[in-house]
């Protein structure tokens, strides 16, 4: 199937487009200048939002051809979305994207209906925040079955709160648009679960319109390689070539610009509280921050093989999409900020949360740029430069 990306699209142009084909709650600021578009029948997820109403910039990647026909896909149905629910691992001896005793291969990969098919029922609303309940049961590969609850609210962030969370001043020029999910799993079993067989992550991921001019920026935390472990995981689907990820002494860029399929990973002894991307032909400056714990240290690995270590997984990961192979066509094409919870071993009636806030900052390359510098490290020309010919 082809794709076609809404690169030019103004949020009212992907809003008429998306109220004409599905079902969707637009969250509002009271001026009606930041708006987030969610869809209940797709899994509660975010489709777009903008910070400038209806004729602002559309700042999510959405399939405007899959969403348009209707037609479930056998694999994945990559409907896009800035924040979609999803739980991992997705590879390993514990994942629940394969069955058990099938071969880690595309053809054998599936994303469980309950995070991509099904609808997430709305259980409140108000003009800047919903809330969604989903019960599901599902089944890893080694066939330890999981009854969960799912509990997720998506919730609009003012200006205040966005400078206070960052520890930067917003210049008046600067348009934002910043919502949250908060997304909590219970286990409604009757049985613990437990790591022998295997654990869930809440993982929370947010796709782009990918560019030439869009680079994703991670800061991690330096040190040791023996004490901290490796920087990044390139390994994923092989290590790109070093013209789309640069390693630095204190960040790591790594192209957005949807044309070469690849993924990196940061572990939570290297990652830190903020990463984002920045579209350099938009000014537009996208900053993610998430839960991170002071004491959690198992994180599901999403390799796809059979694992040494199943807890040895990332807290945050980017993908940039591309063609599988050559001459295929790229599931988007997109890019991707993720990040996921640790896994816990959870006991009846217990629960996990985890939180990730996606900001958008667009404006004066002046203003974004003491942003850049006071979040991510970097100044907007030496993230700009970093993959300059």
């Not at 209806?54 to 149905?77: F, K, P, T, V």
């Not at 997109?334 to 990730?356: I, K, N, W």
Request: hydrophobic content about 40%; overall charge negative; proline content about 6%.
């Amino acid at each position: 199937m082809e794709n076609t990306v809404t690169e030019t699209a103004t949020f009212g142009e992907d809003l008429a487009f998306l109220n004409e084909h599905t079902e969707v709650v637009v969250l509002s600021d009271e001026a009606g200048q930041a708006q987030v578009v969610v869809s209940p029948p797709m899994q509660g997820r975010v489709l777009t939002s903008t910070a400038a109403g209806s004729d602002g910039m559309s700042y999510g990647w959405i399939n405007r051809e899959l969403i348009a026909s209707g037609e479930r896909q056998e694999h994945i149905n990559v409907f896009g979305g800035e924040d979609r629910f999803w739980l991992g691992p997705e590879g390993g001896q514990f994942s629940i994207y394969f069955q058990g005793g099938d071969p880690f291969e595309m053809e054998h990969w599936y994303v469980p209906a309950a995070i991509d098919w099904d609808p997430f029922p709305v259980a409140a609303q108000e003009r800047d925040r919903i809330v969604f309940e989903k019960a599901m049961r599902l089944t890893n590969f080694s066939g330890t079955t999981f009854d969960l609850e799912v509990d997720r609210e998506v919730r609009l962030s003012g200006r205040a709160e966005v400078a206070e969370g960052l520890g930067v001043a917003l210049d008046s020029v600067v348009q934002v648009v910043a919502f949250e999910s908060v997304n909590s799993i219970t286990n409604v079993g009757d049985e613990a679960w437990t790591k022998e067989g295997g654990l869930l992550s809440i993982w929370i991921l947010g796709m782009f319109t990918p560019s030439p001019a869009t680079t994703v920026v991670i800061p991690y935390q330096s040190g040791d390689e023996e004490v901290l472990g490796p920087i990044v995981n390139a390994a994923y689907f092989g290590e790109p070539p070093p013209d789309r990820l640069i390693i630095e002494d204190d960040v790591i860029y790594f192209s957005g610009d949807g044309k070469y399929r690849s993924k990196i990973g940061l572990t939570s002894k290297r990652s830190k509280p903020v990463f984002g991307s920045y579209d350099a032909d938009n000014r537009v400056l996208t900053l993610v921050q998430y839960t991170m714990s002071e004491t959690a240290a198992d994180y599901v690995n999403s390799m796809w093989e059979i694992q040494e270590d199943p807890y040895a997984g990332d807290i945050i990961n980017s993908y940039n999409d591309g063609p599988p192979e050559p001459g295929a066509e790229p599931l988007g094409p997109f890019y991707e900020l993720e990040s996921s919870s640790p896994a816990m071993a959870l006991a009846p009636g217990d629960s996990l949360t985890h939180v990730h806030r996606t900001i958008h900052l667009q404006g004066s390359e002046e203003a974004l740029d003491r942003i850049a510098v006071g979040t991510l490290g970097k100044t907007l020309n030496e993230i700009r430069s970093a993959f300059a010919p």
